[in-house]
């Protein structure tokens, strides 16, 4: 069965610090790969899915078959990056979402 | 931009009552999802259903839940005998196409707390 695995629940960095969010997932087939975010009291947002390769808010994650790993960075930590990050796996034929434990993040000034 | 739309926002209901959590998703949207997250744990995956009937369903997904999209906008969730571990923030998503590689887009959740 698929897993997603996001070992720190709560991440504390010091603003203008690098951030690194893990996460690492367990499935046989080809993965698809997200990471969503929640800001205080709101719903998930989509921040990146890894077929895009794009940078969201400085954002970038990199999938990693061999490690089996979609680690999400950014250069420089802003206040504003304080939430709420899971990782999120879609597998069968419905897509559905298998999430992670979510990691916590905290931008101090 | 368009969003999902969860009704209502807090849903308090006695043990043992039935309860009815309505979700308008994404007008274009084929794709249908609910999930629901204890307080304290991870986003747990319940149902999907495309093209009105259930695709794929979880364990905890048994006989007193189900899904209706009874007109061309709402999509339901029905729990038809609550119980105290019913009590959870349930969310309800919606995708374009049935490509995994498209993103979900959720609702803001229904907070359920079961007395």
């Known amino acids: 069965a698929q897993r997603v695995t996001q070992p720190e629940k709560l991440l504390s960095v010091f603003k203008g610090a690098p951030v690194e969010l893990k996460c690492n997932y367990s499935?046989?087939?080809?993965?698809?790969l997200f990471w969503y975010v929640q800001y205080s009291r709101q719903r998930l947002q989509l921040l990146l899915r890894?077929?895009s390769r794009e940078s969201i808010k400085g954002f970038t994650a990199d999938l990693n078959k061999g490690e089996t790993s979609f680690h999400l960075k950014k250069p420089f930590a802003q206040e504003e990056d304080s939430a709420m990050y899971y990782c999120?796996?879609?597998?069968?034929?419905?897509?559905?979402?298998?999430f992670g434990t979510g990691t916590q993040l905290k931008v101090e000034l | 931009e368009p969003e999902v739309t969860q009704t209502p926002s807090h849903q308090v209901t006695q043990m043992g009552q039935e309860v009815i959590l309505r979700c308008v998703p994404i007008s274009n949207h084929l794709y249908f999802y609910w999930y629901r997250q204890i307080l304290g744990q991870k986003v747990e995956f319940l149902v999907s259903?495309?093209?009105?009937?259930?695709?794929?369903k979880s364990e905890i997904f048994d006989d007193q839940f189900s899904v209706e999209r009874p007109d061309g906008s709402n999509f339901t969730l029905k729990i038809r005998s609550t119980k105290l571990e019913d009590s959870a923030m349930y969310f309800c998503?919606?995708?374009?196409?049935?490509?995994?590689?498209?993103?979900?887009?959720f609702g803001d959740g229904t907070r359920l707390s079961i007395l």
């Open positions: 259903f495309y093209n009105n009937e259930i695709s794929e």
């Open positions: 998503a919606s995708k374009a196409e049935p490509v995994g590689n498209q993103p979900q887009h």
């Open positions: 890894h077929i």
């Open positions: 499935y046989s087939g080809s993965p698809e």
């Open positions: 999120a796996l879609a597998t069968g034929g419905g897509n559905k979402l298998t």
